[in-house]
């Protein structure tokens, strides 16, 4: 009996040490365990602030409740997931399933046509860069003193483009800058709101971008069928300006109206140049669908694409002191007509524009000048080889015969993919009758958007 006495008392101790082995561990390895149990609950902890503060006060602060999993399916509080692995552990019970951590970003990026696009739950940024390498060979009639007819190599634009929306969808924004500019490197910057929920039947814009007139200037320089816009489009639509525009494309953008303010003297200009404000106004109607201001016909399928547009814009131009002639203003009015039409390939553009102008001097007479450009396109290989041809003519004084100045282009495109990637050839002939000479140039641009 003595004997067997004395070996319970040996198994009793060697269970007493193996259950302190778990503790001992834990101080070994830095780690703090104490264990109440109270009101049913049972209360572990793994450092020692949290156990004088829960003896104190009867505070846990920041815990885990995992019901049903003490011992006799009591209520287990732990003050972090280390104080339940050691309880569990200790009392010989299933190990604590976490839940799996997510590896998720919490933003997605994807890559598209030349766009990097990064979106989270509350923004989206669009970026993307564009490359236009060009090689221009000139042939004028009468050259220019010190300005010789030559060949040269150009990089005519590079720009890099941030666009997307935050916080809302219905907050948009725009901001873009060319490098190849030597100054004036900011091109567009802006933000727009939509007060239609997404319809964009009513929207509001303010900051720098192209002003609402002529189609052609609309269309951006990386989706034209000539490497560049014709001279007609260049004399009477400026492009960009800073001031406020509201706008909209309902009815699935079969409506496009813009009405506009602006300064009137161009881009990253921040002080108007005179007491003047200029109004700019665009109305468009696509029965067919949206064309979108791109030339070259990708979108048309089984229907043609038809739209007509107008435009109206109203200034006051200062004219600075030349020669005799004081300063004075130019108070211009300029109405616009533009007509666009696709189908299985094929694509037509036409734009007339007619300008008075009125001079505040009494000395100079008023005068009248007008503008029309013509434009056909087909795609002999669908959606890769396209022949465009261009016609325009400027008329400088419709009070003066004989002193137009006429602009005559072919064009040769290859598209690898669309606008994003190609590469054009042009060649054009501007004739002014004033002068009688005709100037002659070859362009040959690579471009890609990525």
């Known amino acids: 009996?003595?004997?067997?006495?004395?070996?319970?008392?040996?198994?009793?101790?060697?269970?007493?040490?193996?259950?302190?082995?778990?503790?001992?561990?834990?101080?070994?390895?830095?780690?703090?365990?104490?264990?109440?149990?109270?009101?049913?609950?049972?209360?572990?902890?793994?450092?020692?602030?949290?156990?004088?503060?829960?003896?104190?006060?009867?505070?846990?602060?920041?815990?885990?409740?995992?019901?049903?999993?003490?011992?006799?399916?009591?209520?287990?509080?732990?003050?972090?997931?280390?104080?339940?692995?050691?309880?569990?552990?200790?009392?010989?019970?299933?190990?604590?399933?976490?839940?799996?951590?997510?590896?998720?970003?919490?933003?997605?990026?994807?890559?598209?046509?030349?766009?990097?696009?990064?979106?989270?739950?509350?923004?989206?940024?669009?970026?993307?860069?564009?490359?236009?390498?060009?090689?221009?060979?000139?042939?004028?009639?009468?050259?220019?003193?010190?300005?010789?007819?030559?060949?040269?190599?150009?990089?005519?634009?590079?720009?890099?483009?941030?666009?997307?929306?935050?916080?809302?969808?219905?907050?948009?924004?725009?901001?873009?800058?060319?490098?190849?500019?030597?100054?004036?490197?900011?091109?567009?910057?802006?933000?727009?709101?939509?007060?239609?929920?997404?319809?964009?039947?009513?929207?509001?814009?303010?900051?720098?971008?192209?002003?609402?007139?002529?189609?052609?200037?609309?269309?951006?320089?990386?989706?034209?069928?000539?490497?560049?816009?014709?001279?007609?489009?260049?004399?009477?639509?400026?492009?960009?300006?800073i001031g406020i525009q509201l706008w909209g494309t309902p009815m699935n953008s079969k409506i496009d109206w813009r009405v506009g303010l602006f300064n009137g003297n161009g881009r990253t200009v921040s002080r108007n140049d005179n007491d003047d404000l200029q109004l700019n106004a665009r109305l468009a109607w696509q029965p067919f669908g949206d064309v979108k201001y791109s030339e070259s016909d990708f979108e048309s399928t089984d229907k043609p694409l038809f739209a007509i547009g107008l435009g109206y814009e109203a200034s006051a131009r200062p004219v600075a002191l030349a020669g005799t002639t004081p300063a004075h203003e130019n108070d211009q009015t300029i109405t616009g007509a533009d007509v666009s039409f696709k189908y299985k390939g094929f694509s037509l553009f036409g734009e007339l524009f007619q300008r008075e102008n009125d001079r505040t001097l009494a000395t100079l007479s008023d005068f009248d000048d007008s503008g029309i450009v013509l434009q056909a396109g087909y795609f002999v290989v669908p959606q890769k080889f396209e022949v465009a041809l261009r016609l325009g003519e400027f008329d400088p004084n419709d009070d003066i015969d004989e002193n137009e100045r006429e602009e005559r282009g072919l064009a040769l495109n290859y598209f690898f993919n669309k606008h994003n990637h190609k590469l054009q050839g042009d060649y054009r002939e501007i004739e002014d009758k004033a002068r009688k000479t005709t100037d002659k140039e070859f362009r040959l641009q690579y471009q890609i958007i990525f």
């Open 1 to 241: 009996m003595r004997r067997s006495a004395m070996f319970r008392a040996g198994l009793v101790a060697l269970a007493l040490a193996l259950l302190a082995v778990p503790a001992a561990m834990a101080q070994v390895a830095g780690l703090y365990y104490q264990e109440v149990e109270k009101d049913g609950r049972v209360y572990v902890f793994n450092t020692a602030e949290g156990y004088k503060l829960f003896s104190e006060g009867g505070e846990m602060g920041k815990s885990l409740t995992l019901v049903g999993r003490a011992v006799d399916g009591k209520t287990l509080v732990a003050e972090n997931e280390t104080a339940v692995d050691l309880y569990l552990f200790k009392h010989n019970l299933p190990a604590y399933d976490r839940p799996t951590p997510s590896t998720a970003l919490p933003f997605d990026v994807s890559w598209k046509d030349g766009k990097t696009t990064i979106k989270s739950k509350s923004a989206e940024l669009v970026i993307s860069n564009r490359l236009q390498v060009r090689m221009t060979d000139e042939d004028r009639e009468v050259e220019p003193v010190g300005d010789p007819n030559r060949t040269s190599f150009s990089i005519r634009r590079m720009r890099t483009k941030f666009d997307g929306w935050v916080y809302t969808k219905n907050l948009t924004y725009e901001l873009q800058f060319d490098t190849a500019q030597q100054t004036n490197l900011l091109q567009d910057a802006n933000i727009n709101y939509d007060f239609t929920n997404g319809k964009k039947a009513f929207m509001l814009k303010a900051g720098q971008y192209k002003v609402p007139f002529g189609r052609q200037e609309l269309t951006s320089s990386g989706s034209q069928q000539f490497v560049d816009r014709s001279v007609v489009s260049g004399t009477f639509a400026r492009g960009r300006d």
